[in-house]
């Protein structure tokens, strides 16, 4: 049996049990890796559009073959964080890659009616939260050997959004935090080059997840999305999962600091 791309990794994807999160965890098992699947609960969003809701993502992988464990996770909460790898390194004594997927969106308001817990929120767990989960990576890679097939030490995967790269109205608080995670990537990436980390970033377009079902079924916003959208179609969960892939795999073992645009072309700009 030919050896998978990714055998004998370990990783650690946040917002595991739904929609990109999910997509993605499964793509790196497809391709050998070993999972610690982090969120909240192990149950998919049952607003999901996955077919098969009703198994978590972990029980998934490993039916299909592969490894893979739940740990519950609010990335908010530092010592979850913690204990997250604590699991991961007692149970299969690295870890090799982390993606972070996890992160809260909140219905369109404008800026002066964003409040201070909304504020709060957005910046506890997409900003601190993803700093938090790099952190104690980058922490763990520096105490690996680089291998020297796979070029890297260790790397890490962000998820952003099409909204850190244009103004979304009604998301400033969104936007902003995004807008930050992409020059949380480039400043880390700088720092840690030398020591052959790699920190990749993808900012998507517009996906059908649970959490963006409310924004699809109403016409009036969905039709503005598709609008905005020049690619034919609006995006599903694979579509990120297949790019965060190409950033752990050997092949781009020498790009680093990158925010990469997986949006059907939304940010090009107007479309005719």
Known sequence: MSQKRLDGRVVLVTGASSGIGRATAIALANEGATLVCCDLKAEA???????????????????????????????????????????????????????????FWAPFRKFADEDDELWSKMLQVNTAGTSKMSRVAIR?????????????????????????????????????????????????????????ININCIAPGVVATGMARGNLENKDILQTMKGATPWPRLGIPEDI??????????VSQWITGQVLSVDGGMTLGVPA
Request: proline share 3%.
């Open 140 to 196: 763990q890679f520096l105490k690996q050997d680089v291998d020297e097939s796979w070029g890297s030490r260790g790397r890490i995967v962000n998820i952003s959004s099409c909204a850190a790269n244009i103004a979304y109205a009604g998301e400033v608080a969104y936007c902003a935090t995004k807008a930050a995670i992409n020059h949380m990537t480039r400043a880390g990436a700088i720092d840690h080059a030398p020591d052959s």
């Open 241 to 250: 999962a297949q790019a965060v892939l190409f950033f752990c795999l050997p």
């Open 45 to 103: 969003n049952p607003k999901g559009y996955e077919k098969d809701l009703a198994k978590p993502t972990a029980d998934l992988i490993v039916e299909n073959g592969g490894k893979a464990i739940f740990q519950k996770v609010d990335i908010s909460n530092f010592d979850q964080i913690e204990a997250a790898f604590d699991t991961a390194l007692q149970e299969f004594q690295r870890v090799d890659i982390v993606v972070n997927c996890a992160g």
